[in-house]
Structures are given as structure tokens and as C-alpha cells.
């Protein structure tokens, strides 16, 4: 028990210190997970065939997540406007993908705006993860 607490005491208090503690893609997801309960209680899961189908259809304006990171998301995009490379956004591509909270917020929130010119749900994050996470 003790052990647990200063475990967990050491983790509040990396938080404070600006340290990003590193999650993996998949207590991402379950944070989502618990925010699309909330908003919708009948929310049954998320699902890579919706993720794939929101990744790859064109949203709100004339973009997709494809436009720029490519139908295939272990291979390497391109920023459609700009032309900046964009690493492969699939974590088995790389693994450093959705593994800091703060910035997969960061970047879902830009992204989300772009494409969708709205916020992404929960439940739009959580499916479009569970997408990538199921690409090897």
C-alpha cells in the first residue's frame, strides 16, 4: 500500500514539474473511452472500421485525415498546404505516436479544426485510435 502512494504521490508530483509522463496509445483510448460514456451512456465501444471510414472520408470541408497523412497511415504524408513531411501517424509505424497525452490533444484539437472545422467527440478520437492502433 505504501509502496502504490509514493508511487503515486511521485507521478503527481512529475505533473507538476512540467514532466510528461508517457502513456500508450491505449490509456489514451480508455481516457477517451470514459469521456464518450459520459456524453453518451448507450456508447458501446469504439470501432477501427468507423475510425477507418472517418480517417479516410472527407469531413466538414473538402478534407480528409488522408489529405495530408495518406490513405495508408504507416506510410509517411505531407501537409496538403504547406508540403511538410509528416511522420507515419500509425504507432506500429511509429511508436512514439499518442504516447504524450498533451500533445495528442494538442494536435487533435488542430486537426479536428482543419478537417472537420468542429471539435473532434470522444467518440471520434477513440474510433479513429482504435484505426491506427489495429495498422502494423
Partial sequence: MRRELRILGLGVGLLGTG???AQTPAEIQRSYESAA??????????????????????QGGDWS???????????????????????PLAPGASPARFT??????????????????????????????AYLMSLK
Fill in 37 to 58: 460514456r459520459q456524453a453518451a451512456p448507450a456508447f458501446g465501444g469504439f470501432s477501427a472500421q468507423r475510425g477507418e471510414t472517418f480517417f479516410k472520408s472527407a
Fill in 65 to 87: 485525415c488522408a489529405s495530408c497523412h495518406t490513405p495508408n497511415p504507416v506510410a509517411a504524408g505531407r501537409h496538403a498546404v504547406t508540403g511538410k513531411a509528416i511522420a
Fill in 19 to 21: 514532466i510528461v509522463v
Fill in 100 to 129: 504524450d497525452p498533451a500533445k495528442v490533444e494538442k494536435w487533435f484539437t488542430r486537426n479536428c479544426n482543419d478537417v472537420l472545422k468542429r471539435t473532434c467527440t470522444p467518440a471520434e478520437k477513440g474510433d479513429v485510435l
